[in-house]
């Protein structure tokens, strides 16, 4: 079992940059497909990006493409999420997920993974 801590989230103004953590403890990354999510008051959780760790392919919705990445770092076992081009309306709480080696690619909804992570809030002012 995967445990998953998220970190970097501030207040940030418009159109800056922000990387988010998303730091695997308990087992490593092998095999994994991590997901990230984001949740604004009162709006249903959306899928913004997501990674096979293994491969190392990634899928983004056309809502985040162009704007968001998903950059690793094998050494520490961690995936970010770089936001680039901030806009007010990527205000939210941002998850990170995680599903172990599943049967189909990509996973883009919420149900669709196991471990989630505490959720780091992002706030962009105009």
């Known amino acids: 079992q995967v445990q998953l801590v998220e970190s970097g989230g501030g207040l940030v103004q418009a159109g800056g940059s922000l990387r988010l953590s998303c730091a695997a403890s308990g087992r490593t990354f092998s095999s994994y497909v991590i997901g990230w999510f984001r949740q604004a008051p009162g709006k249903e959780r959306e899928f913004v990006a997501t990674?096979?760790?293994?491969?190392?392919?990634?899928y983004y919705p056309d809502s985040t493409k162009g704007r968001f990445t998903i950059p690793r770092d094998n050494a520490k076992n961690t995936v970010y999420l770089q936001i680039n081009s901030l806009k007010p309306e990527d205000t939210a709480v941002y998850y990170c997920a995680a599903k172990f080696s599943p049967p189909y690619w990509p996973l883009a909804t919420a149900h669709e993974y196991d471990y989630w992570g505490q959720g780091t809030q992002v706030t962009v002012s105009s």
């Open positions: 990674m096979g760790w293994s491969g190392g392919r990634t």
